[in-house]
């Protein structure tokens, strides 16, 4: 789940927001900087004893030998407010809390051959799901927030009911020069404000990273650990803290990161992790948020991966959350909710990030091939705050907009006591005449990471398939949703579901179509996907389970050969799609 987004850090003056830095007005060739070894750093100016003890070769280098004594100065540095400035660490944000069970991170695995347990894996599987997540490649030194570990791709490439699985790290500048160096130097966004002084002391490390030349922010600060998307001939890693990552997946069925693209957005800019693909256009929508005006930017790129010129939206009048939006066949719709960001809160030690329960909540409405916001409007929606949105589509000739989102009930609570938050899947109906909104929740349950035939992507659906909430990113089961039948008696319209079983635990449902070039095929014909983890034998499985079946009845289940932690976003990449990246 992107769940939250640090994108606001990536697009004020960063990285030192507390003081304005400017870093496109400093010139930095990181090259010449750059360590070429890939062990740890063996030089220490702070030992015990106060002696500087040189052990590596490579240091006989001069400038290499400054590079490597500044490096672990600033290494000092962060041990020292870790230590001794920061005040004890709340749950949500002390690493041996967060990065507990299968939430601990795991090891890079090449390809490796699987054991199909159970049944037989259908053939319109051939190709590949691929999931993301969180996986910090060090262990934290201080605070460390789930959304802050680097982002890991868990993928099963499955040819002729074989399955081959593979855990690659996604090779972010922020990883490849964390990697080189042998530990974190980029602050993390979600867990570096446990108070005034410690954030001061932080950012001012950082300042004297990026003027010494250890990191040029130009290059990238996230972490692209959030989701995966296919459009423009390209397979992508997103996080929106950053520009999204070109990755690919071998013919031997390894992953391999190509490169930052670029092309999306300037050097210190970011792209939402929930970009919109339309399968039969071919395009897909973006957008990027900001904490100074523009605070959000709607962006198209056409069916071959190139951007269209930008609209900022002006109208938009501060800075908020803004994780996910729909598209229908004219419209984007963006919500902007309670939770806000407003850097100047570090001032007096809090998050940045916040909620603001005296702010009404908003949806805001623009065509879908806007050229400016002039035609944009916004209404007014009470007690709406939209984390995920499942789908959007138009009826009533266009007079009616239908969106499937989530709503983020017991608000207040969502960052500092996350489990008393209740996700709740609603319809709602946007008169687009009135301009007034009508809402009502599909489901009693806690449910998130709703997903749909991704060949419905703002058409009018009927079938949603969402999963049961645990805890975080952590799932019980599976739920099937039919839109068609009323609820305002059961207030339900749930027509399936699939539970894991006592410590079983999954993440977001992925569904794959039966027969994706069949025009006729029924919208639910096809299969869901997923990753469940068995918390009492310590193994992770990939299953699938029939979407039609009335108990989403399980067709096929592959023993993986490492545990996959809970994580985020994926997705299913066909093989004809595969052999064109």
């Not at 490796?112 to 999931?131: F, H, K, N, Q, S």
């Not at 001061?200 to 300042?207: E, G, I, Q, S």
């Not at 190509?258 to 957008?287: C, I, N, Q």
């Not at 209740?422 to 946007?430: C, D, N, P």
Request: with cysteine.
């Amino acid at each position: 789940m992107e769940t939250l987004s640090s994108s606001f850090f990536q697009n004020s003056s960063p990285p030192l927001l507390l003081f304005q830095f400017n870093t496109q007005s400093v010139k930095i060739n990181v090259n010449s900087n750059r360590f070429t070894h890939k062990k740890p750093i063996k030089t220490r100016i702070f030992s015990s004893i106060g002696t500087t003890v040189q052990t590596s070769t490579e240091q006989k280098n001069t400038g290499r030998r400054k590079q490597s004594l500044l490096t672990d100065f600033f290494k000092s540095l962060d041990d020292f407010v870790c230590k001794f400035i920061d005040p004890p660490l709340r749950s949500t944000i002390d690493p041996k809390y967060v990065l507990a069970g299968n939430f601990a991170p795991v090891d890079e695995l090449p390809p490796t051959a699987c054991e199909v347990e159970e049944g037989a894996l259908p053939p319109c599987l051939d190709g590949a799901y691929i999931r993301n997540g969180p996986n910090p490649q060090f262990t934290p030194r201080g605070p460390h927030h789930l959304f802050d570990g680097d982002g890991m791709l868990h993928a099963i490439k499955i040819s002729n009911g074989k399955a081959i699985f593979c855990s690659r790290f996604v090779k972010t500048y922020k990883y490849t020069v964390e990697r080189d160096i042998g530990f974190p130097v980029v602050i993390n966004y979600f867990s570096a404000y446990t108070s005034l002084l410690a954030t001061v002391a932080r950012y001012t490390v950082a300042f004297g990273r990026v003027i010494s030349g250890e990191y040029d922010v130009c290059r990238g600060t996230g972490n692209a650990n959030t989701s995966v998307s296919h459009f423009g001939g390209k397979l992508f890693a997103h996080s929106e803290s950053d520009l999204p990552y070109t990755i690919k997946l071998r013919s031997d069925s390894d992953i391999i990161t190509l490169r930052r693209h670029e092309e999306y957005g300037e050097p210190l800019e970011s792209m939402t992790a929930h970009p919109k693909v339309d399968r039969e256009t071919g395009e897909a929508f973006a957008y990027r948020h900001n904490i100074q005006r523009p605070f959000l930017t709607y962006f198209r790129i056409n069916a071959d991966g190139i951007k269209q010129p930008e609209v900022k939206i002006f109208s938009k009048k501060q800075a908020s959350l803004v994780h996910d939006f729909a598209i229908t066949k004219n419209y984007a719709i963006f919500p902007d909710s309670q939770l806000v960001i407003r850097p100047a809160e570090i001032i007096n030690g809090n998050q940045p990030a916040l909620v603001d329960p005296t702010k009404v909540p908003k949806l805001g409405i623009i065509p879908r091939y806007a050229e400016d916001e002039k035609e944009m409007w916004w209404v007014e929606v009470p007690g709406y705050n939209c984390m995920h949105a499942a789908n959007a589509w138009e009826e009533d000739g266009g007079d009616t907009i239908v969106m499937v989102a989530t709503n983020l009930l017991s608000v207040e609570h969502f960052t500092d006591r996350p489990e008393l938050v209740h996700s709740s899947m609603e319809r709602l109906e946007i008169n687009v005449k009135a301009k007034t909104v009508a809402r009502r929740p599909i489901s009693t349950r806690c449910l998130d990471f709703g997903v749909i035939n991704p060949a419905y992507l703002g058409k009018k659906t009927r079938y949603i398939y969402a999963a049961v909430v645990f805890e975080g990113p952590k799932m019980t089961g599976v739920v099937k949703l039919d839109l068609s039948l009323p609820t305002a008696e059961s207030g339900d319209c749930t027509v399936a579901s699939r539970f894991y079983g006592p410590g079983c635990y999954g993440g977001e449902p992925c569904f794959v179509p039966r027969e994706p070039d069949n025009p006729m095929a029924e919208e639910d014909d096809g299969y869901i996907v997923n990753y469940v983890f068995n918390e009492n034998t310590q193994e992770s499985k990939f299953i699938v389970m029939n979407a039609k079946s009335p108990t989403l009845e399980i067709v096929a289940i592959v023993k993986l050969p490492q545990r996959v932690p809970y994580g985020f976003h994926g997705m299913f990449v066909r093989e004809c799609d595969l052999q064109k990246l």
